[in-house]
């Protein structure tokens, strides 16, 4: 018998019936029709089906649909309720993004990194904790190296970044 489990996605509260092995993004795309996530690797290496999940960034290829009944999700298009998000005004300012593919997940992952930086979340190259994490590139590179970009438009997705933690 597979369980109904109910998702709040983009403010939208749906409920869907799937069986226990399907993953968040499976139901988010297959079940429920919402596309900004993408399938890239589905091994949880390319951050392309990147959401925030409750808040906080989520691969949602390694995480299962079950587990996360109740859950609040937002994808990039729930980012832009009125208008576009900060962090999407960046990535168009700064051309971060070429074939667009990976770039929901890249919005979602660079919302959620800023946020886990404002709220003093270490990373591996984070130096002086005393004073709150500074943005820098190497921190900003460090932060988004789970989302990979086939095109390579690296430097507009850093500059991007950059703006948008700065305002």
């Known amino acids: 018998m597979d369980p109904e489990i109910t998702l709040t996605v983009d403010g ?3 409920s869907v019936t799937v069986d226990t092995r399907t993953t968040l993004l499976d139901a988010l795309r297959e079940r429920l029709g919402i596309t ?3 399938k890239g690797c589905d091994h949880g290496q390319c951050g392309s089906c990147t959401v925030l999940l409750d808040g906080r960034r989520q691969l949602t ?3 299962l ?3 996360h009944d109740g859950a609040d999700v937002v994808t990039a298009g729930g980012l832009a309720r009125d208008g576009l998000h900060p962090v999407q005004q960046a990535f168009l300012d700064h051309d971060g993004y070429q074939c667009g593919y990976c770039t929901p997940g890249q919005v979602c992952s660079a919302v959620g990194m800023i946020e886990e930086a404002k709220n003093g979340h270490p990373s591996h190259v984070s130096e002086d ?3 709150g994490v ?3 590139d190497d921190e900003i590179r460090e932060r988004m190296s789970g ?3 086939r095109c390579g438009a ?3 997705i850093l500059a991007a970044v950059r703006q948008a933690a700065q305002a």
């Open 12 to 14: 939208t509260r749906q």
């Open 36 to 38: 900004e996530p993408k």
């Open 61 to 63: 290829c390694l995480a």
């Open 65 to 67: 649909a079950v587990a």
């Open 129 to 131: 904790l005393e004073g």
């Open 134 to 136: 500074d943005l820098t």
């Open 147 to 149: 989302n990979l970009c």
């Open 154 to 156: 690296y430097a507009g």
